[in-house]
């Protein structure tokens, strides 16, 4: 019986992932805080789920700037990369102390060759990752700072009126976007300055607002 979880959204990839493999062959693996997955240049040996927490996936450049390429957050997978490659090509450094479920990639080919149907569907929840991963990459091509985060923002907005919950640092959301900490929060004072977000305890509210 393939394994559950309710974090995990019903149509996502890692739902895609994990209907793959029976329970028996999916583990979980409590990770602390800044505390290493794997690194660049490992034997690619697993596909990860993330079930709780927060971790990122970094490479560092050659003047030893850290990049950060995606950041899994509770119901992500990652790592998908490894079932076509031998080794990682970053690294992977939980952000806050979580639970990961551990899908060997062996066990993972070996059922997806039995199964073409099953092939099909992950194509096609990888295809969905790809166009997600294209929106990101027209994210860092913003110029402005303050358009970048302004555009981060209503991507991950909900409701009415449109707010995004605060559940990460700016530091962390900066990284994402290719941002300082600083050109982060002089863009966030800016748009508040221009009336076109918000701020609020646990959230951030999207205008455009009237002056007061």
Known sequence: MALKISAVEPHSLATRLLSVLPRGLVTRRQVKRNATLFREGDVAA??????????????VLADGTPLILHV?????????????????????????????????????LS???????????????LADQVRDLRTKLE?????????????????HASGSPPSVPTQRSWTQVAEELGLTREAMYRALAELERQKWINRERGFVKLGPFEET
């Open 46 to 59: 697993a596909v990860f789920v993330v079930e709780l927490g927060r971790v990122h996936l970094a490479r």
């Open 139 to 155: 994210l860092r091509n913003i110029r402005s700072a303050a358009a970048r985060v302004l555009a981060w923002l209503r991507l």
């Open 72 to 108: 899994a957050e509770t119901g992500d997978s990652f790592a998908e990369a490894s079932l076509s490659t031998d080794h990682y090509h970053c690294d992977a450094i939980a952000e806050t102390d979580a639970v990961v479920l551990v899908l060997p990639k062996a066990d993972l």
């Open 111 to 125: 059922a997806l060759a039995a199964d073409p149907a099953e092939c099909l569907a992950l194509a096609l929840a």
